[in-house]
């Protein structure tokens, strides 16, 4: 079956301490990217990547790494998490990037 | 910079009612526009999309959108909703490589 998956899928934690929300897709696709989801906000595109070991910014990377290091991951690294960070998470993919995107189950953070 | 923007954050419609969510976009040059629908505690998935050619697009669940290349605008439409639409609706579009979304719209639907 064709699918994103996000772990975890719920994460509690404090500031400070580094985290990593990992995002694997086994489509072959070559486009993936992170978003963050907030009330009244909807999507906003942390990061994204055209192919392995290429990632470029989004509209809000600060305060977010990612890595492709293989096609079919693409991480999601807090290093050092802030409040500001609690929200909705989604990985997503897709063949292109003009291609319509699979997207993850989300991944929920909150940062006391 | 490029935005995607949704006119309406909340709407509530009674069964068989006529569903219209504006979408409107800043793009200056080719557009890939697309709808996606967010059930409740489920992730987004795919409505429709327009990448070019007949500007009425046809797309799940009884869903049309029309790209109106002169009013920068992409709206959703439905005939006659159900209570089971009851979602939040994302506009989104296409900047170069990366995807830009709207705000959403809730629908709810009264049964």
């Known amino acids: 079956e064709a699918q994103v998956t996000q772990n975890p899928r719920y994460l509690i934690t404090v500031t400070g301490k580094k985290l990593t929300v990992t995002c694997s897709q086994n489509m ?3 486009y993936m990217s992170w978003y963050r989801q907030d009330p009244g ?3 906003r595109q942390i990061y994204y990547s055209m192919n392995v070991e290429v990632t470029d910014k989004g ?3 600060e305060g977010y790494k990612v890595s492709r290091k293989e096609k079919r991951n693409f991480p999601l690294i807090l290093e050092s998490p802030s409040p500001n960070q609690t929200s909705l998470y989604f990985c997503a993919s897709s063949l292109w990037p003009n291609q319509p995107q699979h997207f993850g189950d989300g991944t929920r953070l909150s940062i006391l | 910079a490029q935005s995607v923007s949704q006119h309406n954050h909340h709407v509530i419609l009674s069964e068989a009612a006529s569903l219209e969510l504006g979408c409107n976009y800043s ?3 080719t557009v890939n ?5 967010q059930y409740p505690g489920q992730h987004l998935q795919l ?3 327009y990448f070019s050619g007949d500007p009425l697009v046809k797309g799940i669940k009884g869903f049309e959108a029309e790209f109106i290349k002169s009013k920068f605008s992409f709206n959703l439409r439905k005939p006659s909703v159900q ?3 009851t979602a939040e609706y994302f506009c989104a579009g296409r900047d170069n490589n ?7 719209t809730r629908l709810t639907v009264k049964p």
């Open chain 1, 28 to 30: 072959n696709h070559e």
């Open chain 1, 41 to 43: 906000l909807g999507l």
């Open chain 1, 59 to 61: 509209d809000v990377p």
């Open chain 2, 27 to 29: 793009y200056g040059g």
């Open chain 2, 33 to 37: 526009l697309f709808w996606y629908v």
């Open chain 2, 47 to 49: 409505l429709l999309k």
């Open chain 2, 83 to 85: 209570w089971s639409d």
């Open chain 2, 98 to 104: 990366d995807m830009r979304f709207g705000a959403g």
